[in-house]
């Protein structure tokens, strides 16, 4: 079964410092990779998506992420995070191939700024 | 404004209740989706609708069903709650077509006493 890894459970960060939140997928057919962030008692919001073109990624706030189908990976990464960044952070994929319901998700990623 | 609701946002209850969480969606989605979330644990598919009178089982098995008799209206029921229930259930929706996005709810957090 294709699987998505989240290689982070936590990830403490001091404030204005850069982050990095790393997703590692299991498959290097074609992919659709999706990052989403949850706050608190909420849902999940879409950060940013990659379909197709530009390996780099920007969505809200601030992020953006780098398509690397070679290394399998979607990593996660912002330049300078604020305290209002506080949250999990999820990376999901659809393979092309499976069911187009079928949105896998990584275990999620905790990201804790410190001021 | 276009958006997904969910009620209740939290609810606690006992052992053998009947419950039925709602979700609805203004954004004129075929597809919703509902999923069960436990900390530190990724979501898991339970249930989606590829639109009226389309529903399916997702990849965790769960003693719930759903029903979709209108588009925008998804609820998903539990005939007799148990403690084994308790978790955080979020209902999303997107629009045909694999390349789109998920849209989510607030979520529903159930505790199952």
């Known amino acids: 079964a294709q699987s998505v890894t989240q290689l982070d459970s936590q990830v403490p960060v001091f404030e204005e410092a850069p982050v990095e939140l790393r997703c590692n997928y299991s498959?290097?057919?074609?992919?659709?990779l999706f990052w989403y962030v949850q706050y608190p008692n909420q849902g999940l919001q879409l950060l940013l998506k990659y379909l197709s073109g530009s390996t780099l990624v920007k969505g809200i706030n601030g992020f953006e992420a780098e398509f690397n189908k070679s290394q399998t990976s979607f990593h996660l990464r912002k330049p300078s995070v604020h305290i209002s960044d506080t949250a999990e952070y999820f990376c999901a994929v659809k393979w092309s191939g499976a069911g187009s319901y079928q949105l896998t998700f990584g275990k999620g990623t905790k990201l804790s700024v410190i001021p | 404004e276009a958006d997904i609701y969910q009620t209740p946002r939290y609810l606690v209850i006992g052992t053998g209740k009947k419950i039925t969480l709602e979700c609805s969606q203004t954004?004129?989605?075929?597809?919703m989706y509902w999923y069960q979330q436990d900390p530190g644990m990724e979501l898991h598919l339970i249930h989606y609708?590829?639109?009226?009178?389309?529903?399916e089982k997702g990849d965790l098995s769960s003693e719930s069903t759903v029903s979709r008799i209108r588009t925008e209206h998804f609820p998903l029921t539990l005939e007799s709650a148990r403690p084994s229930h308790t978790s955080q259930y979020l209902c999303?929706?997107?629009?045909?077509?694999?390349?789109?996005?998920?849209?989510f709810g607030p979520g529903t957090r159930l505790t199952v006493l």
């Open positions: 999303a929706s997107s629009e045909s077509g694999g390349r789109n996005e998920q849209f």
């Open positions: 498959s290097s057919v074609s992919v659709y």
């Open positions: 954004m004129g989605h075929d597809k």
């Open positions: 609708s590829y639109g009226v009178n389309s529903t």
